[in-house]
């Protein structure tokens, strides 16, 4: 199978290379695209980030965001979100982080984002997409998509805060209640120095229901001359094929997609580069299931918030793994930690080749 050649629709694939940011991680052409996982309030922790990048795929991760008010935070509110800071920014097995902030005081965010970049950041991640409604009744996330101006005003001036040598990216939806916004938004961003935008196709109204609106990625590359990532939807290889032709952007983000089926990225690199790569089975995601278990047991109130990720996570991979499904059938009632850790035991151990429903 041949590798797949890069788009050449939209403004931004004129841009030379070297103008753009890219990930630094691959052992492929320079040029080819990149797969970010989405950072996942909630969800995607270090330890998740950690497992999943293990698997391969993924150029670039995000920590949860992180609320800035109206003061500058202590470190260790950063570390305690984004505890790669003090491995260099990268997940152990060598894939970058980057810290998101999200905030509507200008000035405060680029003071926090100065700190973070003194801290380790190598990227600084804006977030205009949170639909959180306590987040948007105090003036962050998505709601700000109602006022490009100061999407503008906070870009530049956490760009004109930071070193010159750390990027500021954003990420944004397509409004809050429509799309009439959309571009401005767009270029409001990337006038006021993004480096790269991350698009989830939908408004803050649609939530998180199908569909995501790739065709409005591609309106937005054409109006930008930066690179503009996918998001939003994309569950499979096919999600994945059907995006790109629809949206023309080369780059990706994966969310729920990669939660749910963690070997996604590796499936969408491995087509992107041309190799065949069989599906991952549930021999390989039950030790991932283990090792995910232990490390929240080994986390900070881990008694308190160790059964409920687990839980939360088994019901993701459930859509991919009726084995799952079975386990968190098992584990839903139990709260105690060891009860948990001897029903994870007790698995009947799969046969190797169990490959994904
Ligand atoms: C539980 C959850 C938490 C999220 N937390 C964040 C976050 O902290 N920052 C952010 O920019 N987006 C956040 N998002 C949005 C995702 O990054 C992503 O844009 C969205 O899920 C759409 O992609 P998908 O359809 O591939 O999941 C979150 C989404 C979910 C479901």
Redesign the pocket.
Known sequence: MPPLPRLTRGIACAIPYHSRLRGSRRGHAADAMQIAL???????DDVLRTLLTEIGGIDWC?A??IRINQHLLPPASFYKLAPELKAGSKTPSGTPMRV?L?GSDTQCIADNAALACTLGAPVI?L?F??PAKTVNQSRGGAVLLKEPELLHDIVRTVRRTIPPKIPVTA?MRLGFDNTDNALVCAQALADGGAASL?V?A?TKTDG?QPP?YWEWIARIDDVVDVPVYA????WSVADWRRCRAISGVDDV?????VIARPDLARQIAAVRDGRDIAPMGWAEVLPMVRRYWAMQCDKPLSAKYAPGMLKQWLVWVGRSYGEAQRLFVDVRTLTDCDRITERLAAEPEPASDAIAS
Do not use: S
């Not at 989405?38 to 995607?44: D, I």
């Open positions: 989405a950072p996942m309030e909630g969800l995607v995000v949860e965001f998101q999200l991640d977030n997409g949170c990420k991350v989830h939908r998180y995501a998001n939003g939807e994309i983000m994966l969310g729920r997609g």
